[in-house]
């Protein structure tokens, strides 16, 4: 796949579905990272306003926002289907350790 | 304009060439700002050529060793030189306001999400919903298509779809927030049997029919506290049953409305399963 990795955050900031200790501390891991990367203050809003094509257009996706079916399922509702490579880590449910880990991975 | 095809601002925090790094921890807290006040940001280390992405404005931010450019169509520049993330989301705000773009967070994003592995394309979830947030797609399949018609907090049509394929992403619980169904919420069929049987075969027959009492009743008392506690009482268990809050059971329409409107609902599935049928045959959605 050609391109860059997109690494992309939703910071979920309309509901307190995710623990604010998890996302300052990924916010914080993914602030240091000398890359580009995206972030959205809620993706679920990106996604009713089809704006979510670009944010993961061109190389492998890694996405850290909320359960997995719910978040390819975003993409596909806004005629933006997720590749099936395509990382997701569930900030509901991971520690920030596990989605910083699966978000800065080497490309295998 | 619908506020979902109003344009947003978008920043993009520039740590490029031509740029001093932002402090860690300013980075971190200009991130957390901007983004808490509804604003997408991009982060950029790398050098490149940046456009507006269609139906949005681009603030350009960032530490630049020279001066920057003009604002160009679409296109702002912001030089970051404090250290009050507030100021550079005010000035975020502050552009919001001269283009007059859509100010975020003024809609909670609260809407259905269906999970095309599993819908059947069955129509429950178009027959069902008061407030047409289910519409169809060229190719007859269902869509959600008026976001901001839902009711917020309200997951009622993910309790009657019989696939368990409609998730509200900020719903606390599972599976309706997303997380993996497990065979226990397979009993599916079951559910939504359940949900019939309470309420005795369709949930806007009962809520006529008790509106109609609780009317009746207020015709005979003109007692308005009373006839709006008899409405809110009579509602209680079809919001109990389906998970419907208070306030949207509140909000509903009169009994006319409720009658007129589901009917409208289920003719358009109806309508819709006819068409289907006829295109693709009885089994093949």
Not at chain 2, 20 to 27: C, G, I, K, V
Not at chain 2, 84 to 106: H, K, S, V
Request: aromatic share 6%.
């Amino acid at each position: 796949m050609g391109g860059p990795t997109r690494i992309l955050y939703c910071h979920c900031a309309y509901a307190r579905i995710i623990a604010p200790e998890v996302k300052s501390a990924v916010l914080t891991g993914l602030a240091s990272l000398n890359a580009d990367w995206d972030s959205v203050p809620d993706l679920c809003e990106m996604s009713a306003r089809h704006e979510v094509a670009g944010l993961v257009s061109g190389g492998a996706v890694r996405i850290a926002a909320c359960y997995p079916r719910v978040v390819r399922s975003l993409f596909q509702a806004a005629g933006a289907p997720l590749p099936p490579e395509a990382k997701i880590l569930n900030m509901r449910t991971q520690t920030p350790e596990q989605v910083l880990q699966g978000l800065l991975q080497e490309d295998e | 304009m619908s506020r979902l095809a109003a344009p947003i601002l978008r920043v993009l925090l520039y740590e490029g060439p031509e740029s001093r790094p932002l402090a860690a921890e300013y980075r971190v807290d200009l991130l957390r700002t901007l983004l808490e006040r509804g604003f997408p940001v991009s982060c950029v280390r790398s050098a490149g050529q940046f456009d507006a992405l269609p139906n949005s404005v681009l603030l350009i931010a960032g530490d630049f060793e020279r001066e920057p450019p003009a604002a160009g169509p679409g296109v702002r520049f912001q030089r970051l030189s404090g250290s009050d993330p507030a100021r550079t989301a005010d000035f975020a705000d502050q552009i919001r306001g001269e283009l007059a773009l859509e100010r975020p967070g003024t809609w909670k994003p609260w809407f259905p999400v269906i999970d095309f592995a599993r819908c059947t394309n069955c129509m429950q979830c178009l027959s069902f919903c008061l407030f047409d947030v289910y519409g169809v797609s060229a190719s007859g399949g269902i869509e959600v298509r008026n976001q901001d018609n839902c009711k917020t907090e309200c997951p009622a049509c993910s309790r009657v779809c019989p696939e368990v394929a409609i998730m509200f992403p900020k719903y606390r619980h599972g599976p309706i927030n997303g997380e993996d169904i497990n065979t226990e919420d397979v009993r599916r069929e079951g559910m939504k049997v359940d949900i019939s049987a309470l309420l005795g075969g369709d949930v806007y027959s009962l809520l006529r029919d008790r509106s109609a009492r609780a009317k009746s009743r207020f015709s005979k008392e003109r007692d308005d506290e009373r006839a709006l506690k008899e409405r809110q009482n009579c509602l209680v268990k079809a919001g109990a049953a389906l998970g419907v809050p208070a306030e949207v059971l509140a909000s509903l329409p009169n009994p006319e409305e409720i009658r007129e409107r589901a009917e409208m609902a289920q003719r358009r599935a109806r309508a819709v399963l006819e068409m289907n049928n006829a295109r693709f045959g009885e089994n093949s959605l």
